[in-house]
């Protein structure tokens, strides 16, 4: 991951953790209090998740 491109409208693909294998659109950042980066993700159907960042590869 890439935290340049860490932003909201990039196009993320899931490689590791529950979502793995699931794309979409990156909807929010947010930085937790313990410093991990959450992200939502949003599927071309509509479907919303939330994953760490750490998880995700930016396209």
């Given at each position: 991951m890439n935290k340049t491109k860490l932003i909201d409208g990039a196009q993320c693909k899931v490689i590791a953790g529950t979502h793995k294998?699931?794309?979409g659109t990156i909807?929010?950042?947010h930085t937790s209090?313990?410093?991990q980066v959450t992200i939502t993700v949003t599927q071309a159907?509509?479907?919303r998740?939330?994953?760490?960042?750490k998880n995700v590869f930016i396209n």
């Open positions: 294998g699931k794309s909807g929010d950042v209090k313990t410093g159907n509509g479907v998740f939330k994953t760490l960042a």
